[in-house]
């Protein structure tokens, strides 16, 4: 089942889902933080008509969401919002959230990236925070809710912004692992 999709936005040259996250389909497999194979240098895709599953069914948040700011183009923000199901521990019931991944440090200063989060925050949607580990590492994440109310309540966008870049050292500082996917024929780094 396709999405329903902003009708003015397009990926266009985009394609930060395409190096950014690890793709694990029996088609296709990559780790994050490397180009896809099939990527060309136009930035589009040499398989486009024949690829895999996980690649036609992926759209990311800001061609989704209609409250992630237009200014908010992955290629252009560094921000990649997407889509994630978080499941109760008590009653199992799967909740729609987001995963907000801030690309490079430069996102921190992305118009629009403080009132996207905060209206997300506000609508009580599950806010979950990605650091990128390494290109090929595992990557951290944590949940934002709680850590951003006052500031959301408050309508405080520096206090916000603060505690995103705070939350992005520390999960810089924290360990990873290389990234190990379980099918053969991974696109592995050349070394």
Not at 81 to 103: C, D, P, Q, W
Not at 142 to 169: E, I, Q, S, T
């Amino acid at each position: 089942m396709t999405p329903e999709l902003i009708a003015d936005r397009s990926c266009g040259a985009c394609n930060v889902c395409c190096v950014a996250l690890t793709i694990d389909d029996p088609a296709l497999q990559k780790v994050q933080g490397y180009r896809c194979p099939n990527t060309t240098r136009t930035h589009g895709c040499a398989i486009y008509d024949t690829r895999p599953e996980t690649c036609r069914t992926f759209f990311c948040g800001w061609r989704q969401l209609k409250w992630v700011r237009e200014t908010l183009r992955p290629d252009t923000s560094g921000v990649l919002f997407r889509l994630h199901n978080e499941i109760s521990s008590e009653t199992g019931e799967k909740r729609a959230g987001i995963i907000v991944t801030l690309l490079t440090g430069a996102a921190l200063k992305a118009e629009g990236l403080a009132e996207s989060v905060a209206a997300a925050v506000a609508a009580g949607v599950p806010v979950y925070l990605h650091v990128p580990g390494p290109p090929g590492h595992t990557s951290g994440m944590v949940r934002l809710n709680a850590a951003l109310g006052d500031a959301v309540h408050f309508r405080d966008k520096a206090a916000l912004l603060d505690v995103l870049r705070r939350l992005r050292a520390q999960g810089r500082a924290g360990d990873s692992a290389p990234i190990v996917l379980a099918r053969r024929g991974a696109v592995r780094p050349d070394r």
